[in-house]
Nanobody
């Protein structure tokens, strides 16, 4: 069993900054890609960012390019999402996902086997 636990979600003003974290634990072995997805109210889950096992490759959704940064610390089994200059459209539940033997090119939710419970981010003044 693999567990992913997100944290760091809160209310942040437009133009502020926020860091989300996700810790992986349990029976997770080998190389695995990690990603963040956003589910806004009334919308489908959408790809935000992904990173490969070594951290050498990252991928971003068009709406967050240049504003968000994904990184990982394998010694801590943790992936981060640094959100800079968030806008109200970034509001929603952010989910962490893991794909065993995956890579950063994977942008669809169905490619990821393991999911966290999500953390709420609200961008509002």
């Amino acid at each position: 069993q693999v567990q992913l636990v997100e944290s760091g979600g809160e209310t942040v003003p437009p133009g502020g900054s926020l860091r989300l974290s996700c810790v992986a634990s349990g029976r997770i072995f080998g190389n695995y890609a990690l990603a963040w997805f956003l589910q806004a109210p009334g919308k489908e889950r959408e790809f935000v960012a992904s990173i490969n096992w070594s951290g050498s490759r990252t991928n971003y959704g068009d709406s967050v390019k240049g504003r968000f940064t994904i990184s990982r610390d394998n010694a801590k089994n943790t992936v981060y999402l640094d959100m800079n200059s968030p806008i109200p459209e970034d509001t929603g539940v952010y989910y962490c996902a893991a794909a065993i033997d995956g890579d950063s090119s994977m942008t669809t939710p169905g490619r990821y086997e393991h999911w966290g419970q999500g953390t709420q981010v609200t961008v509002s003044s």
